[in-house]
């Protein structure tokens, strides 16, 4: 009946945007405090909006001796954009050799690489960090970029799709006298622009969102990434709390841009993976 | 096999991306950790008496080049420290041609950061700690300084000395003194007619008439009372040590009383909960938050400012008329990596900051918060600390302080203090409890003697 | 086809014999980086973590005392590790099923509305950018602080008309669980429903236009027997990567109920619920016991291969429907 069928939308609409309403409110948050004096966040009544926009916060956050945010915006930024690049480069030809290229000894190169998936990344970090200190790599950059650069998920969704990849645009080219590099720099690559695009949009918001790792080998104050750096604001001894939250605002902001430009590629990407 | 285009620009990139990694990594790792893997040096295997670790290193050439002294604290609250302990380092580093100090002021989990670092060649060369454990002295990572103390050693606070000697040497320079103890508002205990408790059950009875709904009656920490130091303090209070020579002495009835004790007040709502700032902040007790806080003499000059002659100060009440109060002596030294490529420059630093320089003593004792020299000298011509509260605080140090044994390691802590917060935040039974951490504690004991 | 006589096969030989080197040498030059890359940083450091695990290893990485068992013997028997494992199953126990029933209930949500999918689908995915440290400071020092002006005791007191709750520190009722659960559904759902999205888009309009015929108006008949059996590949990846994720958590649980332990200045509420990695991280990190942690990790790592395995054994890994 077609009144009933409104009132369900109806009640549709109003549950989805009271649950939208529900998911912003961190963000509003965030948002807020980061504008906001100290007195105005430890204010009893709730103020919705701060009357007066405290942009020194952002002065106040820059100047802390204690919690150096333009440290960790720096490291996290070399780190997020060398490990993505070469996340996408190492697992994107991982994925197309394990898909296209015949070798006696694939199927178990694909056992192992396999293995490693279902080896729970966090639960060896402590054996991680004996190798990587042994290698003289604890509180350097190279410690926090190359690790987890060989993110087997990545290795795996590009090997689903490049099994998927038309095989006649290879084929063509390997007529015109291409090999296997040839193949894939100039031909497929070019042509897989949105799984490219989604990965490594994932594997960027890993490695900028990443904490455990970069604690647990960045200890020294130079290496701290911005996540180390929020989490010891947080448990600092003296804590102002609007560059703290200014803080958060400037270490979440360049993930939301990104995300935004480019959400529409990971919907499409996990689509055409296998992953469903 | 043709050398395709793609496959040289492929290996290309990928050289270029290693050297740019290895670029950054120079830049950031200041000074530059050797890339070659770590030789590590065995951990001494003899009985207890634990001698120096590996034959002393080489000094890095000293002649012409730039020696970088890398100096780590953990965060002080108090204002100023951080711009004190740079500009300490700045001057040294003005007078002494060749070196300069670099201090690295870590907020947080420092002991996760400081135990990480000391693992590598980058490790800092002076470095904080609170006790010099014998955990760190067997596995070579402290420096033995007996040199520094040549004709001073009698100068300093022989229980400050206790926290770094181990089998006769010494591993660390005394810093600073901080006694913890209980704080309160005078008017507020005038008022509900009470004393300044010295029993458990006085202070129980003291945390109920004090709670007047809105402002609470003790605050202990956001965690009830959990925290490590307080727990040294009352396990004293209940008349025994945490260990006594190689076995472990806590786990007696009056301790088991002790944290009976400590798990009704955290059950009794009269703590606060929930405060905005640890109990190391004053501000429960200034603010109004709670009538009496635990803390140490370090914030008394923020509540002298705030509270004048309504400021009143106790120990932590014994478990009952058969002990004493206590009150907790902690502190912090300083130790020299025993790793370090510049082990003299390091010793010579220290040597300079904490040791000959009795200005840069007080001052650091003084200015910033309130903590007790170590240099007995210091001590008593410190002024500010000779009236009020803080003279106070001496007094009942010297009657009632108490400080845990160098064999007393992080590890034990995890286990002592995990029992103890399963009986104040989980309810668990205490009895059960401290068998518990005294199995634990005595293995972790055993098997650091039996190395 | 090619006509075959000897010396066309000699020939071809030859030539199926350089093509298969030039292969492996491709394949090597595709696949190597990434098998060297795992060797030296997941099963090297399995290994070299397992031979450790056998060492006393204080304050040290290098092994030199052999000690066989003691670090498992000593794990197995610890309180602290064995609440920590019970800790943890309890709480993927709830929070997978409760994880996938709101991601797949947002789905569905989000697929019937004909206008503003985009913005509704946008919405409940942002999150994800999300780190659990800043979700952490939000939740901890400003959604649910103890204080009045705490955004849920605001509306604890505007709507209920209640005193301000000291959330992350009220032990009875357990409380800091609402703050714990909720951070990690707000950070987790909106991916999942993605990928529940992705697998309902795929099913065909047809199968749903057929029902009707039938009479089976869209609602839970048409779920029941015709969404939720379609969606079981997608169902069993999420159900897999949930429960990874639940089991390996640290991030938010260290962040909202601190450091704590060992002679870490800040105080135990850390004890509350500490799953099995905060509790390892401890053990080699402060009480720098690293061949025991090493011991730990590598129980851990084998819990959750063998559940991995048990639950593809038992739901399959979701085969490629044709």
């Known amino acids: 009946m077609k009144t009933g069928r409104y009132f369900q939308s109806f009640w549709l609409y109003a549950l989805l945007i009271g649950l939208a309403i529900v998911y912003l409110i961190p963000y509003y948050i965030i948002a807020r405090n980061a504008l906001m004096t100290q007195r105005e966040i430890a204010a009893f009544d709730w103020i919705l909006w701060p009357s007066q926009i405290q942009w020194r916060n952002l002065i106040d956050l820059f100047n802390d001796p204690i919690a150096p945010m333009g440290i960790g915006l720096k490291n996290s930024a070399i780190v997020s954009i060398f490990q993505v690049a070469g996340q996408l480069i190492v697992t994107s030809m991982a994925g197309y050799g394990l898909a296209r290229i015949r070798y006696k000894w694939a199927d178990a190169v694909f056992f192992l690489v396999l293995g490693a998936l279902m080896v729970p990344a966090a639960a060896i970090f402590v054996q991680t960090f004996l190798v990587v200190a042994e290698m003289g790599w604890v509180s350097t950059m190279q410690g926090l970029i190359i690790p987890p650069m060989f993110y087997v998920f990545s290795a795996f969704i590009f090997r689903q799709f490049f099994l998927d990849f038309p095989q006649d645009l290879e084929d063509a080219a390997r007529v015109d006298g291409l090999g296997h590099l040839g193949i894939f720099w100039r031909i497929v690559v070019p042509n897989s622009t949105g799984i490219f695009v989604a990965l490594g949009t994932i594997g960027l918001i890993r490695a900028w969102n990443s904490f455990l790792w970069p604690l647990v080998v960045g200890q020294s104050r130079d290496t701290w990434t911005v996540q180390v750096v929020l989490s010891t604001f947080m448990t600092a001894q003296t804590i102002n709390l609007p560059a703290l939250f200014m803080g958060a605002a400037v270490g979440i902001l360049p993930m939301l841009v990104i995300f935004f430009l480019v959400q529409r590629y990971i919907v499409e990407g996990v689509k055409t993976t296998g992953i469903k | 096999m043709k050398m395709s285009k793609q496959f040289l620009f492929t290996l290309m990139t990928t050289i270029l991306l290693i050297a740019m990694l290895a670029a950054c990594g120079e830049q950031s790792a200041q000074p530059t950790p050797q890339a070659e893997p770590v030789q590590e040096e065995p951990a001494p295997e003899e009985a207890v008496g634990a001698e120096e670790a590996a034959p002393a290193e080489e000094e890095s050439s000293e002649a012409g080049e730039e020696i970088i002294i890398q100096h780590w604290y953990h965060q002080y609250g108090e204002d100023g420290t951080f711009e004190a302990a740079q500009r300490y380092a700045a001057e040294y580093s003005e007078q002494t041609p060749?070196?300069?100090?670099?201090?690295?002021?870590?907020?947080?989990?420092?002991?996760?950061?400081?135990?990480?670092?000391?693992?590598?060649?980058?490790?800092?060369?002076?470095?904080?700690?609170?006790?010099?454990?014998?955990?760190?002295?067997?596995?070579?990572?402290?420096?033995?300084?007996?040199?520094?103390?040549?004709?001073?050693?009698?100068?300093?606070?022989?229980?400050?000395?206790?926290?770094?000697?181990?089998?006769?040497?010494?591993?660390?320079?005394?810093?600073?003194?901080?006694?913890?103890?209980?704080?309160?508002?005078?008017?507020?205990?005038?008022?509900?007619?009470?004393?300044?408790?010295?029993?458990?059950?006085?202070?129980?009875?003291?945390?109920?008439?004090?709670?007047?709904?809105?402002?609470?009656?003790?605050?202990?920490?956001?965690?009830?009372?959990?925290?490590?130091?307080?727990?040294?303090?009352?396990t004293f209070a209940a008349g025994t040590t945490m260990l006594d020579g190689n076995t472990v002495a806590f786990n007696t009835d009056q301790n088991i009383k002790m944290w009976q004790k400590k798990q009704e007040l955290a059950q009794s709502g009269n703590l606060l909960v929930g405060a905005p700032t640890e109990w190391w902040d004053p501000s429960a007790l200034v603010d109004g938050l709670a009538h009496m806080q635990y803390i140490g003499l370090w914030a008394t000059p923020g509540m002298l400012a705030a509270m004048g002659d309504d400021l009143g100060v106790m120990p932590w009440p014994a478990v009952d008329d058969s002990?004493?109060?206590?009150?907790?002596?902690?502190?912090?030294?300083?130790?020299?990596?025993?790793?370090?490529?510049?082990?003299?420059?390091?010793?010579?630093?220290?040597?300079?900051?904490?040791?000959?320089?009795?200005?840069?003593?007080?001052?650091?004792?003084?200015?910033?918060?309130?903590?007790?020299?170590?240099?007995?000298?210091?001590?008593?011509?410190?002024?500010?600390?000779?009236?009020?509260?803080?003279?106070?605080?001496?007094?009942?140090?010297?009657?009632?302080g108490a400080t845990p044994s160098v064999l007393w390691t992080g590890a034990m802590d995890s286990a002592y203090i995990d029992a103890h917060s399963e009986v104040l935040l989980n309810g668990a039974d205490p009895t059960e409890m401290l068998n518990q951490a005294q199995t634990a504690v005595q293995a972790e004991l055993d098997s650091l003697l039996n190395q | 086809m090619a006509v075959q006589n000897s010396t066309y096969d000699t020939a071809n030989l030859a030539q199926k014999k350089n093509r298969a080197r030039r292969d492996a040498l491709s394949f090597w030059i595709f696949v190597g980086p990434l098998v060297i890359g795992l060797m030296l940083f997941v099963y090297i450091p399995i290994v070299w973590g397992f031979i450790l695990s056998f060492f006393e290893a204080r304050n040290t990485v290098s092994p030199t005392q052999y000690v066989g068992l003691t670090n498992y013997i000593e794990l197995f028997k610890d309180p602290r590790f064995f609440d920590s494992l019970v800790m943890i199953i309890a709480y993927s126990i709830f929070i997978v099923p409760v994880t996938f029933a709101l991601s797949l209930g947002l789905a569905l949500l989000v697929n019937s509305v004909s206008r503003g999918q985009g913005f509704f689908r946008t919405t409940f995915f942002i999150p994800v950018a999300c780190s659990y440290v800043i979700a952490s400071v939000v939740w901890k020092m400003s959604l649910f602080n103890g204080l009045p002006s705490g955004f849920a005791n605001n509306i604890l007191w505007w709507v209920f008309g209640a005193n301000p709750v000291a959330w992350i520190n009220t032990t009875d009722p357990p409380l800091y669980w609402i703050v714990l659960v909720t951070v990690r559904l707000w950070l987790q759902t909106g991916f999942y429903m993605i990928i529940f999205l992705a697998g309902l888009q795929e099913i065909?309009?047809?199968?749903?236009?057929?029902?009707?015929?039938?009479?089976?108006?869209?609602?839970?008949?048409?779920?029941?027997?015709?969404?939720?059996?379609?969606?079981?590949?997608?169902?069993?990846?999420?159900?897999?990567?949930?429960?990874?994720?639940?089991?390996?958590?640290?991030?938010?649980?260290?962040?909202?109920?601190?450091?704590?332990?060992?002679?870490?200045?800040?105080?135990?509420?850390?004890?509350?619920?500490?799953?099995?990695?905060?509790?390892?991280?401890?053990?080699?990190?402060?009480?720098?016991?690293?061949?025991?942690?090493?011991?730990?990790?590598?129980?851990?790592?084998?819990?959750?291969?063998?559940?991995?395995?048990?639950?593809?054994?038992?739901?399959?890994?979701?085969?490629?429907?044709?």
Do not use: C
């Open chain 3, 204 to 322: 065909p309009h047809s199968l749903y236009e057929a029902a009707a015929v039938d009479g089976a108006e869209r609602g839970w008949k048409t779920f029941r027997y015709i969404t939720f059996p379609l969606l079981r590949n997608t169902s069993i990846s999420v159900l897999l990567l949930l429960f990874i994720e639940a089991v390996q958590a640290f991030d938010e649980f260290r962040n909202i109920l601190g450091g704590g332990g060992g002679t870490s200045i800040a105080g135990g509420t850390q004890i509350l619920a500490r799953p099995p990695l905060v509790y390892l991280y401890n053990v080699a990190f402060q009480d720098q016991n690293y061949g025991r942690g090493a011991a730990g990790a590598f129980i851990i790592a084998a819990l959750i291969v063998l559940v991995t395995v048990l639950q593809g054994r038992i739901l399959g890994f979701g085969k490629r429907e044709y």
């Open chain 2, 98 to 234: 060749g070196v300069t100090v670099e201090v690295n002021w870590v907020p947080g989990d420092y002991f996760a950061a400081l135990n990480a670092a000391l693992l590598t060649e980058g490790g800092p060369d002076v470095f904080e700690l609170q006790t010099a454990d014998i955990a760190r002295v067997k596995a070579g990572q402290l420096e033995p300084l007996d040199s520094l103390f040549e004709g001073v050693q009698d100068d300093f606070n022989a229980t400050a000395l206790s926290r770094v000697t181990v089998d006769g040497k010494i591993y660390g320079v005394p810093m600073i003194i901080d006694p913890q103890l209980v704080f309160y508002r005078k008017s507020a205990l005038e008022e509900a007619g009470i004393e300044p408790p010295q029993t458990m059950d006085e202070l129980i009875a003291a945390a109920a008439a004090l709670d007047t709904g809105r402002v609470k009656g003790l605050y202990l920490g956001n965690d009830l009372g959990s925290a490590s130091y307080l727990l040294y303090m009352s």
């Open chain 2, 323 to 400: 002990a004493q109060p206590a009150v907790f002596i902690g502190g912090w030294n300083q130790s020299i990596n025993a790793n370090s490529p510049h082990k003299q420059a390091a010793m010579d630093y220290v040597k300079w900051l904490w040791i000959e320089n009795t200005d840069i003593q007080q001052d650091w004792n003084l200015s910033y918060g309130f903590h007790v020299p170590p240099r007995k000298s210091a001590a008593t011509s410190a002024d500010p600390l000779k009236s009020g509260p803080a003279a106070e605080v001496l007094q009942l140090m010297d009657e009632y």
